[in-house]
């Protein structure tokens, strides 16, 4: 049976349990780098990827964000120059999960005209000549997760390679955006549960002035503030699923909602 929104929030929430970011982000990376090839790719390029991956054997990551900025997808400078029928690509790439590891990058890469109208996606492997790579180190967390700069040198890959349509990169990957924003927020709102949850310890474990510190009446108040803000985090998790099932996503919803729980729910300013 394959899975659903829900099933997909039920993972998120109970990798958070564990604390740590970086070990679901170096377990689920594929959760991004996949999705294009498998809502976007041909079918070939479907039956060759998909299967070992799913098994463990193999990784793909996502290769969107460069040196020269992250936000600003639109405005990417890694070229793809057509020559017969492969691609030469020239440019980098940085802050890719699972980057160094990686079998094959989805990758964004500029075929076209300035701006968003010239952004396609390229199944790039990693084997590829050309293709190099170096770890970010002195991380300040997600340890448990590589994380890359990859530079491409006039790699060659075959136009075959192309994840949808030339010049047509942009919507996938907004598209692919609502989707991992949706796991972020999930694993967001479960962090700050178990924050929750360890203040709540805590304050029964600890004393201070004779009573313990939640019989204080400020920290009852922080803790109450905590939970309502995760609530109503959780409640807005669970509309835009609801949209996502039915077939309507809000995306603007979606990245509303993810830059709300980035914000730690609020809890760790309550
Ligand atoms: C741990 C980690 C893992 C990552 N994994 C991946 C990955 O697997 N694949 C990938 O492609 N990328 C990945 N990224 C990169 C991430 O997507 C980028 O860091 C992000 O897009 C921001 O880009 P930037 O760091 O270049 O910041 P910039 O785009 O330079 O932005 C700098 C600051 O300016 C703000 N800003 C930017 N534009 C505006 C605006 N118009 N108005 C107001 N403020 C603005 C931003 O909010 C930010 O605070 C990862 C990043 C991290 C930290």
Same mark, same amino acid.
């Given at each position: 049976m394959p899975g659903d929104s829900w099933h997909a929030w039920i993972v998120n929430e109970e990798l958070a349990r564990i604390g740590v970011g970086g070990v679901p982000a170096s377990l689920m990376v594929h959760g991004i780098g996949l999705p294009p090839i498998l809502n976007w790719g041909t079918e070939a390029m479907q039956a060759e990827i998909a299967p070992p991956i799913l098994r463990g054997e193999k990784w793909i990551s996502l290769g969107i964000s460069e040196?020269?900025?992250g936000s600003d997808v639109a405005?990417?400078?890694?070229?793809?120059?057509r020559d017969g029928?492969?691609?030469?690509?020239?440019?980098?790439?940085t802050y890719i999960t699972g980057g160094m590891r990686a079998n094959w990058v989805s990758t964004?890469?500029?075929t076209g005209e300035a701006g968003a109208k010239g952004v396609s996606m390229l199944l790039i492997p990693t084997d590829a000549e050309g293709f190099s790579r170096t770890p970010l180190d002195r991380k300040m967390g997600?340890?448990?997760s590589d994380t890359a700069t990859l530079y491409f040198d006039q790699v060659r890959v075959p136009v075959s390679n192309l994840i949808g349509r030339e010049n047509e990169g942009f919507r996938v990957i907004m598209t692919n955006f609502n989707n991992e924003r949706m796991g972020m927020?999930? !694993?967001? =709102?479960?962090?700050?549960? +178990?924050?929750?949850?360890?203040?709540?310890?805590?304050?029964?474990?600890?004393?201070?002035?004779?009573?313990r510190l939640a019989d204080h009446q400020v920290i009852r108040h922080k803790i109450a503030q905590?939970?309502?803000?995760l609530n109503a985090t959780q409640a807005y998790i669970r509309l835009c699923y609801?949209?996502?099932?039915?077939?309507?996503?809000?995306?603007?919803?979606?990245?509303?909602?993810?830059? !709300?729980? =980035?914000?730690?729910?609020? +809890?760790l300013r309550a």
């Open positions: 040196p020269g900025g405005n990417l400078s890694t070229t793809a120059v029928d492969h691609y030469i690509v020239t440019g980098s790439k964004a890469v500029r997600w340890w448990a927020a999930a !694993a967001m =709102e479960a962090f700050g549960r +178990v924050c929750l949850e360890e203040s709540v310890a805590w304050a029964t474990e600890r004393s201070t002035f004779g009573k905590m939970k309502q803000k609801e949209s996502i099932e039915a077939g309507t996503p809000n995306p603007g919803d979606i990245a509303l909602l993810e830059s !709300a729980s =980035e914000r730690g729910n609020g +809890v």
